[in-house]
């Protein structure tokens, strides 16, 4: 953290800031006057997006798949001038049901290891500056409270995202971090990622982007979004097991 840097402003990181999501929270973001950082693949995406908010003062290409990701992280904190927030916005996933192996191993590639690469990057930047109080937050899905057959490796990788978020913060209990998570489940949105399926009750992603900002100033633990999929999530975690695993559920 460079500890010349007298900027009062809050400042977030946003890994996966290309498009959807991850892209609208910056955006909602720089509304409330917060001092931003971008990552993702796509550097020409992330140079526009720091063209259309002076608020986005770096930008970086980083792909979270590869091993100097939280080297390159640390350098783009570094020249954000510190952090409060980490938002893991960065996934892929597919309906699989003729299971591609190749598209099952990318997604634990992307959703597994390189959101834990990337986390485990936050988390251990954090430890080492208590005096942020940081704030982890992260795009897992309402797909991973229950298993769906049609896309096996994104269900499974976002049950793991859940898990293992609630792994971290009781990690920080216990070495007494102030560290506040945010497990971000939404339900269809209409993105890039899922514009080729069929999925009803699609949500637009700058309403989701202002709804999860309104999340994280509140430091929510658990954000389902939106109603409509609290209460189908609170019904379909009431079915017998025996039962959902003979329902074909597909978009």
């Given at each position: ?66 091993e ?18 980490y ?57 991973g409270?229950?298993?769906?057959g049609a ?35 939404p ?26 900002v ?7 633990r ?15 975690r ?10 074909d559920?597909?978009?």
């Amino acid at each position: 953290m460079n500890k010349n840097d007298t900027d009062t402003r809050r400042k977030a990181v946003i890994m996966g800031a290309t498009s959807g999501i991850g892209m609208e929270v910056a955006r909602a973001l720089a509304m409330q006057g917060w001092k931003i950082a971008v990552a993702g693949r796509r550097i020409e995406r992330l140079h526009k997006l720091q063209e259309e908010l002076p608020q986005v003062t770096a930008a970086m290409q980083i792909d979270v798949t590869d091993e100097d990701a939280p080297q390159r992280l640390e350098t783009l904190i570094a020249e954000l001038g510190g952090m409060d927030l980490y938002f893991h916005s960065s996934g892929i996933g597919f309906q699989n049901v003729e299971m591609d192996v190749k598209r099952e191993m990318d997604t634990v590639a992307v959703n597994g290891m390189g959101f834990t690469r990337m986390v485990t990057a936050a988390f251990n930047w954090f430890a080492k500056h208590p005096e942020q109080k940081g704030h982890i937050a992260a795009i897992s899905s309402i797909a991973g409270t229950k298993g769906l057959g049609a896309s096996p490796a994104y269900s499974s990788t976002k049950r793991f995202q859940s898990h293992y978020m609630e792994c971290l913060e009781q990690l920080a209990h216990i070495r007494k971090l102030e560290i506040s998570f945010t497990d971000i489940r939404p339900g269809f949105v209409t993105t890039e990622l899922i514009k080729d399926c069929n999925y009803p009750m699609n949500m637009d992603a700058a309403d989701v982007a202002r709804q999860i900002v309104s999340g994280i100033d509140r430091r929510k633990r658990v954000m389902i979004i939106d109603w409509r999929y609290r209460v189908l999530v609170f019904f379909w975690r009431l079915v017998p097991g025996w039962l959902w695993r003979r329902m074909d559920i597909r978009g």
